[in-house]
């Protein structure tokens, strides 16, 4: 598959070249521009119905001849794409897995929603909306009933005119069947919403972002979030970089009412000249003003986040004295921005995606691109276990390590260090005082009395003192 992937880049390239509609457009312009043109030559005629007639006659040909281009080069373009779609077949067969079922044949409703969901997340809302329509229409079908799908299921009781909260969203997008107009509303307006918010992140423009974690502090603060900081911590570095005046800036996008809003959440010399740079375009230098603008920023906000990041609150200030020579001073790391405005647009994503009870990336995706990984190692070792008539019985266990990235990991699993044995829900891992970590079983072997001595360090403790580790 890997020695198709040249051929088939070849192959994409010819299509991006050749089937193009441009000709076709330009033929379709002037077929167009024939009939206005023949149009304005009747209204001149006035009433003689022979020089109507005349002209329409004379018409005829041309557009018949219009209409033919037209057709051969949509015949070009079509021929391009059937033989591209040949070349993915040949390519890319289409391969039966070697499994006795189909372990998702019964959980359409898990499917469903995972598409509605993945093109709500992606901002495809039009086509998430047909989708979700259509799929409601399949469950209210005769039949469907049977499997507890329809509106009254997901509103148990609540006013559908009622605004969705977070706990609703939650409880009716398990079912994509499920999702009323008003749900699915709710979750494009949050989607909508989060998008915004990227796209004035991407810009360099913090202060909507900062305003919404403002906002939802205190949800954020529960979760132990440290958005709000991050936020906070790279506008006041942003504000300590040397500006180039823009005339396009986003400081004209806001409305008045918000302007005050938004100048305090990036500081009250933000949308100053000094901080902008100067008139004639240039980089401005990183001058008094600029440090002035930052320090002030940083002693009206950094106070709220005194509590868990005071040591980063202090070193942020001690670096303004090499605010003239950041980058060879000991902070150049804490102030390089290269990438800072992309890591925190995706830790925001995370916490509002969080926030709405959903996962940072879409489960869609992971899923598909999991199988894509793991499948054909998979496939492989089923076909050669068959052809020596062997099977691999132990019960939900895989016989090889299945080949996925650490960022797709959501399940890891321990190994008792005493026992050998691998932990459970019944038997969990627990951590001891001093820091190792023991099964659950194997811990309460050890105590005598109330107290256990860890079996790898002279530390003892408690039973009460060990707490359980979630995987």
Known sequence: MADNMPTLRNDLAQVARKARLTSAVQDVDTILARLVEAREQIVSAGQDP????????????????????????????????????????????????????????????????????????????????VFMDEVRDMASSPGAAASGGGDDAVNNGRDIDQPMTNTDLIAASRDVSNLAPNESQYLQERFQQMYSLLQEIKAHNLAPAIKWARTNSAELEIRGSNLEFELCKLQFIWLTKPRTRNTTSHEDDYDDDESADDEEALGNDYYGSNYLGTAAGLPAPVTANNLSAAFEYARTNFYRFSDRHVAEIQRLAAALVFASNIGESPYATAFETSTAFEDVAAVFTREFC??????????????????????????????????KRTEWTTADEMAF???????????????????????????????????????????????????????????????????????
Do not use: W
């Not at 037209?70 to 391969?95: M, Q, Y």
């Not at 869609?364 to 076909?383: D, S």
């Not at 990991?409 to 891992?429: D, G, L, R, W």
């Open 50 to 129: 022979h020089a109507a007639s005349l002209i329409l006659t004379k018409l005829q040909n041309p557009v018949k001849e219009g209409f033919d281009k037209v057709n051969d080069d949509l015949k070009a373009t079509t021929k391009t794409h059937k033989e591209f779609g040949r070349a993915l077949d040949r390519s890319f067969p289409i391969t039966p897995l070697p499994t006795e079922h189909d372990a998702m044949e019964n959980q359409s409703a898990l499917i469903n929603r995972a598409i509605a969901m993945h093109l709500l997340r992606e901002g495809h809302f039009d086509v998430a909306r």
């Open 354 to 387: 969080s926030m709405l009870g959903l996962s940072a990336e879409s489960p869609l995706y992971v899923a598909a691109t999991a199988g894509i990984i793991a499948l054909p190692r998979l496939i492989k070792f089923i076909g050669a276990t068959r052809s």
């Open 401 to 471: 390590e299945t080949p996925l990235p650490g960022s797709m990991m959501y399940h890891p699993i321990f190994v008792c260090p005493v026992s050998k044995e691998q932990t459970t829900e019944a038997n969990p891992p627990m951590r001891l005082p001093c820091g190792h970590v023991l099964a659950n079983d194997s811990l309460r072997k050890m105590v005598k009395g109330t107290k256990f001595k860890c079996p790898y360090c002279p530390a003892e403790g408690q039973y009460k003192e060990a707490q359980q580790i979630y995987l």
